[in-house]
């Protein structure tokens, strides 16, 4: 098995750097269900922080290919319960790296999540410091 960094990902979903996206076309086509591609939690987040910032994409589009990607048999995704918890509050109105903190928070058996981002605490009902 073979981890997928990043940029590998953002190449083959934009294709916007043709060299590259060849060769990141090329790496997709090699996995397979027995060899798959690993995706970290963190490539997860920002893919998301790259494809909104530096890409235009919107949040939604990109929590869909998000989605799709990390249940595709060629992938194996770090904590798959954490990223489709992070997808489901996403498609909900919570931000996506959000959503990943409050899907491994509850994983690890936490309670609460503290934080000063009212947004977050509104839509993910943690509790505000």
Request: net charge negative.
């Given at each position: ?43 997860w ?18 929590v ?8 595709a048999?060629?992938?194996d ?5 954490v990223?489709?918890s ?16 409050d ?27």
């Open positions: 098995m073979i981890a997928l960094d990043t940029n590998v990902i953002v190449r083959f979903l934009t294709q916007d750097d043709a060299d590259q996206a060849r060769r990141a076309v090329a790496v997709f086509d090699e996995l397979t269900a027995d060899e798959p591609g690993f995706v970290s939690t963190v490539v987040a920002e893919l998301h922080w790259v494809l909104t910032r530096s890409y235009g994409f919107t949040p939604r589009d990109v869909e290919r998000i989605a799709g990607l990390s249940v048999d060629e992938i995704a770090e904590d798959p319960a990223v489709a992070a997808v489901s509050s996403a498609r909900r109105g919570a931000d996506f790296a959000d959503a990943l903190i899907a491994a928070a509850k994983r690890a058996g936490c309670d609460d999540v503290v934080t000063f981002d009212k947004r977050a605490s509104t839509r993910l009902g943690w509790t505000l410091v």
